[in-house]
């Protein structure tokens, strides 16, 4: 604005009044003019300048109204501005209010999470030191209860021991059972210990009794619930039995027991047996663990089976 002033000022000084040349220096002679003539030439140049200073003044009117109109123009926007981006007094306070109360309850929820994530750890690291404890408990007592079984079953063998030892009261050898009046010889359920029928006899005479020999129902049920139960890992039932003092005399035909008695009872023979044909048909008798004790007799080959065997012998009297 001052620049377009200024350009007006010098464009306006810049032109010539009009009737108006170049300026002359005045002789003499002019300084002698009447005052009407002065009067005249002072009102001439006075009405050459009026018109052009009212154009000057016509500009500067309308270079201030264009101002002013600027400036009004820019208050509005300025207005339009404030109402669309900045807030009232009142409103920036309830903002701030506002964001405030958010920061210090996120700075409350903040401090919850920091003591409960703290609380977590800490009940984590009692969890990881109780869960040790019960591991190292648990293997104690894993071991106590090893221990203890194994002194149940020390417990056990002493009592059985015991208990041979009080029954027998010196009336069988050892490592002999003394059941009801008469002393009986199990021989280890082992494979390398079996024997065939007739060596299996010499073991027994050799330790001062004989094979096994069932004299009644009685003695049978005695033998089935005493004898030995172990298998030798075999499919094949009838070699996992214990040979007894029975053998068929070819001559008569007839099963008869090694102290030359002939068997009087039918006997106690599995279904089948004795069986004539067969891998496990032959001349000698075995005795071999069945629920049902009336059903425990086979036969076999006496040289070429070998089996567990049975010896029995009559205890001594109490008083020897």
Not at 98 to 113: C, G, M, P, T, V
Not at 265 to 276: A, C, H, L, N, V
Not at 282 to 299: E, I, Q
Request: aromatic share 8%.
């Amino acid at each position: 604005m001052d620049h377009l002033h200024q350009s007006t000022m010098e464009s306006t000084q810049s032109q010539p009044e009009p009737g108006v040349g170049t300026p002359v220096k005045p002789n003499i002679s002019e300084k002698f003019h009447t005052d009407r003539h002065s009067r005249s030439l002072k009102i001439q140049r006075a009405g050459a300048l009026v018109p052009h200073h009212r154009v000057t003044l016509l500009l500067l009117g309308l270079l201030n109204a264009v101002l002013l109109i600027t400036a009004v123009v820019l208050i509005i926007l300025c207005a339009g501005a404030n109402e669309d981006h900045l807030l009232t007094p009142d409103s920036v306070a309830s903002s701030l209010l506002i964001e405030r109360s958010y920061l210090r309850n996120h700075s409350k929820s903040l401090k919850a999470q920091q003591n409960a994530e703290a609380s977590f750890a800490k009940e984590q690291e009692v969890n990881i030191q109780l869960t040790l404890k019960l591991k190292q408990e648990t293997r104690i007592s894993d071991t106590l209860w090893r221990q203890v079984e194994e002194l149940h079953k020390e417990k056990d063998a002493l009592t059985a021991e015991k208990n041979i030892i009080e029954q027998n009261c010196g009336r069988c050898p050892s490592g002999w059972t003394l059941l009801k009046s008469t002393c009986y010889y199990f021989s280890l359920p082992e494979p390398e210990a079996k024997k065939n029928w007739p060596d299996s006899r010499a073991d027994c005479i050799g330790r001062g009794g004989d094979l096994l020999v069932i004299d009644n129902m009685q003695e049978q049920i005695l033998i089935s619930e005493n004898i030995p139960k172990a298998t030798s890992g075999s499919s094949l039932w009838w070699e996992n039995g214990c040979w007894m003092g029975l053998q068929k005399n070819q001559s008569q035909g007839t099963w008869m027991w090694i102290n030359n008695s002939t068997m009087v009872e039918t006997g106690y023979w599995r279904e089948q047996q004795p069986s004539i044909i067969g891998p496990q048909s032959g001349d000698c008798a075995a005795f071999f663990y069945f629920t049902d004790t009336r059903k425990t007799w086979y036969n076999g080959n006496c040289q070429e089976h070998l089996y567990n065997w049975v010896c029995e012998m009559v205890a001594k009297p109490l008083n020897v």
